[in-house]
């Protein structure tokens, strides 16, 4: 653990790391569209120059997390290769690319007295990111932020604090050769868990909190917090497979859905299957034969006695790993009633060629992101054609889904008068 300069208190620390970003915030909000865009081409431009040292840097943290004895999942979500890094920076370099909220007028109107009101959209301001694990946050967060004319304080966790210091050095010396100033973006230099604290109680200085992690870190967020949160809560998604799903699709989406990466976020961790669907047994054995380890009910173990019975804790349960609780319902009725009941509110689909119980399905599940014939693995910003993307937000304010620039902006009213004065 980083310690933090022994004349500092956390509350010191971010008020400081806070001022600064907001005086930078202020810089960057004056700078063209373009001009932010150039800036966020340059860093993505150093950080393919500074690729072998980003990648020793993340090397470090895989040895680190092997030996503090981090599951199979979180060394997935921690690992960068070259490849996983030309994806990071072409992540930036399509953030770049999008067009720019900042100044969209979201409606006009001229009233009665000939005043004329327009809203506009703004950068929110400072945004406070706090996140586990993945390092390609670090740029995703960062470049989003940038792009939107929002200055970014980032808190990375603890197993990816040397891949998350080398990608923010190349990612600041391209921002810089762009004109962006340095404190448009930074890294909090202590893993100290106070710094956190400090962080979410910084209200005034920080304008959002963005939580991105297990549940433990988005409670903590929300039970402390003094800043207002975009909440990214974990995904315990469902896929029900409908009676009248067809065979061949409900095995290619559900083995993707599960097995195509377990460790994100869009993974599916619950499969219903209606009793009605008549090659359950083969779809079973296609997620057996990928590696899948299944828990299921009673009726489920009784077809297939290589799964093992379901705890009721299991169907509350985000795995991250080629684990999934499967479950059988008598109809969509029950499936929907399970997934009102146990889902997180990320992502459901369904599968079915009957369009009815798909339009039925996606009114009636209340979930930030909802399906039909289609893998919960699409859930991701890039996806969307967002770019990169901030969290999922699984709230019911302000964003929901895939939190990409829009998102990160707020609005203002202009009012344009003549002269007049309120009677």
Known sequence: MTPMPQTETPEQLIAELAGSGRAAQTMLAQMTSDARAKALKCAAKHMRADAPAILTANAKDIEAGRA???SKAMLDRLMLDQARLEGVAAAVEAVADLPDPV??????????????????????GTIGIIYESRPNVTADAAALC???????????????????????????????????????????????RAAVGAMLTASGLIDMIVPRGGKSLVARVQADARVPVLAHLDGVNHTYVHAAADSAMACEIAVNAKMR????????????????????????DALLQAG???????????????????????????????????????????ALAH????????????????????????????????????????????????????????????????????????YKWLVRGTGQARP
């Not at 990466?261 to 219903?272: D, Q, S, V, Y």
């Not at 209340?366 to 999922?392: C, K, R, T, W």
Request: net charge negative; hydrophobic share 45%.
């Open 339 to 410: 997934i009102a009941a146990h889902s997180s509110n990320h992502t459901d689909a369904i599968i079915t060629d009957d369009g009815v119980a798909a339009e039925k399905f996606l009114n009636a599940v209340d979930s930030a992101i909802v399906m039909h014939n289609a893998s919960s693995q699409f859930a991701d910003g890039g996806e969307f054609g967002l770019g990169a993307e901030i969290g999922i937000a699984t709230g019911r304010l302000h964003a929901r889904g895939p939190v990409a620039l829009e998102g990160l902006t707020t």
């Open 261 to 284: 990466r377990t460790a994100i976020c869009g993974a599916m961790e619950t499969l219903l299957i209606d009793t009605r669907f008549v090659d359950t047994k083969a779809l079973l």
């Open 68 to 70: 503090n004895g981090l």
């Open 146 to 192: 940038v792009r939107a004319g929002n200055a970014a304080l980032l808190r990375g966790g603890s197993e990816a604090v040397h891949s998350n210091r080398a990608i923010l050095k190349a990612f600041s010396a391209g921002l810089a050769e762009g004109g962006v100033p340095a404190e448009a973006v930074q890294l909090v230099p202590t893993q100290d």
């Open 103 to 124: 100044g969209e007028i979201i409606d006009e109107s001229t009233r009665p007295n000939g005043l004329k009101m327009s809203r506009v959209r703004v950068p929110i």
């Open 292 to 334: 899948v380890e299944l828990r299921g009910d009673g009726r489920i173990q009784a077809l297939e006695p290589r799964a093992t019975i379901a705890s009721q804790e299991d169907w509350d349960t985000e795995y991250l790993d080629s684990i999934l609780s499967v479950a059988m319902v008598d109809g969509l009725d029950k």
